[in-house]
C-alpha cells in the first residue's frame, strides 16, 4: 500500500519510521511519505492560510496549494482514497480502518487552523475517493496526529505487518465488545492474585470467563457499544 501524506509539519510522521510500521517500510509492504503543503505555495512568505469569507475568528487554509499537491502526488488518470483529517468528520472505527486496509493508495490531508477551504474537499471528491475523518469528540491542533493514529490502525491489518496475525482477531472491538482483562508472570504479585481459573489449565472454563469479563467491561467502559 502507498500512503501520502500531506502536512505543514511533515516532521510529525518521523514517528512511522519506529516499531512495525518502520520494518513493514523496510520490507517494502508499506510505502509511506510525508510532504511539505509549504512546497506548492508561490509567495515569498510561504503562505497556506487566509482569513475566512464571512468573517469570523482563525484562519483557513487556501485552496491553491492544496490543488497542486493532489494534483503532483496522484496525476490524472489515478484514484486514491484521500482521507482529511477534521473533527468535523465522520468517526474512524475498526470497520472504518478495515476497509481502508484494502486500498492501494490512501492519501491523507492534515489540515490545521480553522480547516482547509471546502472547496478542496469537493475538487478531491472528482478524482477519488474523499473522506473527511475524525478520530473522536475532541478537537486538535491539526490532523497530523489524528492521521498517524489512523495510518498505524489501518496497517497494522495489512497483510505482514503484525507477525502474529492471531492477536489481531482476539483483540478489542474485532467482536463489537472489548477485550478482556490480561496477566501474565508472576501468580502473585504485591499481594495481587491472578484469577484462580486462568491458572486452572480448564480451557472452556477459561474461555467463558473471558466471555464474561468482555461483556462486564463493555458495560463499564462502553454501554453505548452493548446499544449497537
Ligand atoms: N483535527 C483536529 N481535531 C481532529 C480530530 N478529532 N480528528 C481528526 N482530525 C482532527
Request: charged share 25%; aromatic share 8%.
Amino acid at each position: 500500500m502507498k500512503i501520502d501524506a500531506i502536512s505543514i509539519f511533515p516532521e510529525f510522521f518521523d514517528v512511522l519510521g519506529l516499531s512495525l510500521l518502520g520494518k513493514a517500510q523496510d520490507q517494502k509492504i508499506i510505502g509511506f511519505e510525508a510532504h511539505d503543503l509549504r512546497k506548492w505555495t508561490s509567495d515569498k512568505h510561504r503562505t497556506v492560510d487566509d482569513s475566512p469569507y464571512g468573517g469570523g475568528a482563525g484562519m483557513v487554509m487556501k485552496p491553491e496549494p492544496w490543488g497542486d499537491a493532489f494534483d503532483e502526488i496522484f496525476p490524472k488518470g489515478q484514484r486514491p482514497t484521500i482521507i482529511f483529517t477534521t473533527p468535523a468528520g465522520i468517526p474512524f472505527t475498526q470497520k472504518l480502518a478495515a476497509d481502508l486496509a484494502t486500498r492501494s493508495h490512501l492519501v491523507f490531508a492534515c489540515g490545521r487552523y480553522e480547516g482547509i477551504d471546502q472547496r478542496v474537499v469537493e475538487h478531491a471528491g472528482a478524482q477519488a475517493e474523499v473522506l473527511e475523518v475524525s478520530i473522536g469528540d475532541y478537537v486538535l491542533n491539526g490532523g497530523e496526529v489524528a492521521a498517524i493514529a489512523m495510518i498505524e490502525a489501518i496497517c497494522r491489518l495489512i497483510p505482514g505487518v503484525i507477525g502474529n496475525a492471531e492477536s489481531l482477531i482476539e483483540e478489542s472491538h474485532n467482536s463489537g465488545l472489548l477485550e478482556y482483562p490480561s496477566y501474565t508472570k508472576p501468580a502473585s504479585w504485591r499481594g495481587l492474585e491472578v484469577p484462580e481459573i486462568l491458572l486452572s489449565g480448564h480451557h472452556a472454563e477459561i474461555e467463558k470467563w473471558r466471555n464474561e469479563q468482555s461483556l462486564l467491561r463493555t458495560k463499564a467502559n462502553r454501554p453505548d457499544l452493548l446499544a449497537e
